[in-house]
């Protein structure tokens, strides 16, 4: 098991349209587990994606690194994880998901950046809004 400063888990199973034809996940879903992730940890926070849309705030991913390790397949249980640096304008959320007997499934670093009506920001609204410390300065 890793020893990173997780800060939000989030148990989840492997439905049927999930798997291909050898009862693996498909890679693709794993990108679905890990934003559906992100998307409850900001709600666990008190600050859903309809909150951020009525305050004109828009997260957007700009890049995505995804290493697999432990393949899932139909119906497996599984926790995903995330802790969250800053970097400048950038959230970069480390997320890893882990199979029921703690082996490690899939590690991914994503960036995403905050957008305030159409513009880019620093985040500091969006940083404020989920509890995270200021970004450092450059």
Same mark, same amino acid.
């Given at each position: 098991? %890793?020893?990173?400063?997780?800060? $939000?888990?989030? @148990? =989840?199973?492997?439905? &049927? ?6 009862? !693996? ?36 991913? %700009?890049?995505?690194?995804?290493? $697999?390790?432990? @393949? =899932?397949?139909?119906? &497996? ?6 802790? !969250? ?46 509890? =995270? ?6």
């Amino acid at each position: 098991m %890793n020893n990173q400063p997780y800060i $939000y888990e989030l @148990p =989840l199973k492997v439905r &049927d349209y999930e798997v291909d034809s050898q009862g !693996i996940v498909n890679n693709a879903n794993y990108l679905h587990y890990l934003e559906h992730t992100r998307h409850e940890f900001c709600e666990s926070r008190g600050f859903t994606f309809r909150d951020m849309q009525q305050q004109g705030i828009d997260p957007v991913v %700009n890049k995505i690194e995804i290493e $697999y390790h432990t @393949p =899932l397949r139909l119906a &497996d249980t599984m926790t995903s994880k995330l802790w !969250i640096e800053r970097r400048g304008a950038r959230f970069i959320f480390h997320q890893d998901i882990f199979t029921a007997d703690g082996a490690l499934s899939v590690t991914a670093k994503v960036s995403v950046v905050a957008l305030q009506n159409g513009r880019p920001t620093r985040g500091d609204i969006l940083a404020q809004a989920l509890n =995270l410390s200021p970004a450092p300065q450059n």
